[in-house]
């Protein structure tokens, strides 16, 4: 059974740093994408950021030059380093295995974990 798990939010201050961690089970990222998304209270979920099984890595243009996206293939875990935090991005970030390359067609979500930016 396809699983992840998040984990690493948090509360922290404007300019701050955070690391979210994405653990899968049941299957290896040599065969799945791995998408970052976040929910903000009142908005749709967005995607954030995406590492294909093939290790290509995209992002959306209101976190590209902070956020990075890696993985540890000996952990199987997918990993989103968040630097320069703003308010506007708090939300609840979900990671999720994905049939396709873009990640979309998402095969299992995660539970999401809170990230409050907030001075």
């Known amino acids: ?22 653990e899968a089970s049941g299957f290896t990222l040599d065969y799945y994408a791995i998408g970052w998304f976040r929910q ?36 199987n875990t997918v990993y989103l380093r968040m630097n320069n935090l703003k308010p506007e991005d708090t939300a609840v970030y979900y990671c999720a295995a994905a049939n396709r390359a873009d990640c979309t067609s998402v095969a299992s979500w995660g539970q999401g974990t809170q990230v409050t930016v907030s001075s």
């Open 1 to 22: 059974q396809l699983q992840v798990v998040e984990s690493g939010g948090g509360l922290v201050q404007p300019g701050g740093s955070l690391r979210l961690s994405c």
């Open 40 to 75: 903000a209270p009142g908005k749709e979920r967005l995607g954030v950021s995406c590492i294909s099984s093939g290790g290509t890595t995209t992002y959306a243009e209101s976190v590209k030059g902070r956020f990075t996206v890696s993985r540890d293939h000996a952990k």
